[in-house]
């Protein structure tokens, strides 16, 4: 796979300061633009690149860790390459480009597409942790197992996660779900945890993360997991969402309890033009997932 220059990657970095962190631990963006079952709005192809693009006008200095972030990791974004409009063969794909930046020892976070590329992206870590856990955030419980004819499609992301028998869940913000999903959950209570967006106000983040403690974990973000009042630019914005407090908080406890965090996506975002402020929110989300999974000795919340 090509590597950004620098400039051009996420964040738009120098060289000198990539290089600068040439000792620290690596991540590597991957841009998967997938759009192959979208339901109402269309545009998820364009989300990783306007991601990219948002990141260069993110503030490095983050004022809750009183550091520039960037400095502990070692920053590569990979150039765009070509995505199969088949969800399967794209799932195939995107698990051998996750594969290949594991096998280098780097964290990947992947710039969606549509949610349908979870799947594929926690492969290689399925494989290596048999009893990892998603933390989602999401407006949807993707659990139906298919949906318009597609058994891969985004509204089936979580359930074809769980078709790895070892793999739990814990969502957050959902507020959508349908009657035929309900017997999976009510016959998986045990790996699916559910905190409702109808019940935010009375959240209780230790609760929430004490089924992360001392587990490996992954963190896949649907954008239409925040409140539409933030987010716009996403298929189906929904009220009643997560807010970017309750977000951070959540990420910040989450890596503070789990054994580890070994990577990341985020997804959902179909830029609407003229309108910055979303795709700015997904850039600052993606810099402050790895603000918080490479601070050395991140202290314990207030």
């Known amino acids: 796979m090509k590597i950004l220059p620098p400039e051009e990657g996420f964040l738009g970095l120098s060289g000198d300061d990539v ?20 339901s109402y709005g269309g545009g998820t192809a364009a989300g990783p690149q306007a991601m990219i693009d948002a990141s260069h006008q993110v503030e490095l200095f983050d004022e809750e860790l009183w550091r520039e972030p960037c400095r502990d990791f070692h920053l590569n974004t990979l150039a765009p390459f070509d995505i199969p409009t088949d969800i399967p063969a794209a799932l195939d794909q995107l698990a051998g480009v996750v594969e290949g930046v594991l096998a280098e020892g780097r964290f990947p976070l ?31 419980a993707d659990l139906r197992d298919g949906y318009e004819g597609e058994h891969f499609s985004h509204a089936a992301a979580m359930r074809r996660c769980l078709d790895h028998p070892g793999l739990s869940i814990v969502s957050v913000g959902i507020r959508n779900i349908s009657a035929g999903e309900i017997p999976f959950l009510d016959a998986n209570r045990d790996r699916i945890h559910i905190y409702w967006g109808k019940d935010r106000r009375d959240w209780d983040v230790d609760r929430i993360v004490s089924h992360l403690a001392g587990k490996t974990v992954y963190i896949t973000f649907d954008l239409d997991g925040f409140d539409s009042s933030l987010m716009q630019a996403t298929g189906t914005p929904e009220p009643g969402g997560v807010f970017w407090d309750d977000a951070v908080r959540i990420i910040r406890a989450a890596n503070q309890v789990a054994g580890k965090v070994v990577g990341a996506d985020i997804n959902e975002l179909a830029p609407i033009e003229g309108l910055h402020s979303c795709n700015f929110l997904a850039a600052k989300l993606a810099y402050k997932i790895l603000a918080y999974r490479f601070a050395d000795g991140l202290p314990k919340a207030a």
Request: proline share 10%.
């Open 110 to 140: 992947t710039f969606g597409g549509e949610h349908s590329i979870t799947p594929g992206a926690i492969r290689p870590f399925v494989e290596r942790y048999p009893d990892l856990c998603l933390l989602q955030f999401d407006a949807h």
């Open 19 to 38: 290089a600068d962190a040439a000792d620290k631990p690596g991540v590597t963006i991957v841009p998967y633009g997938l759009e192959a079952s979208v």
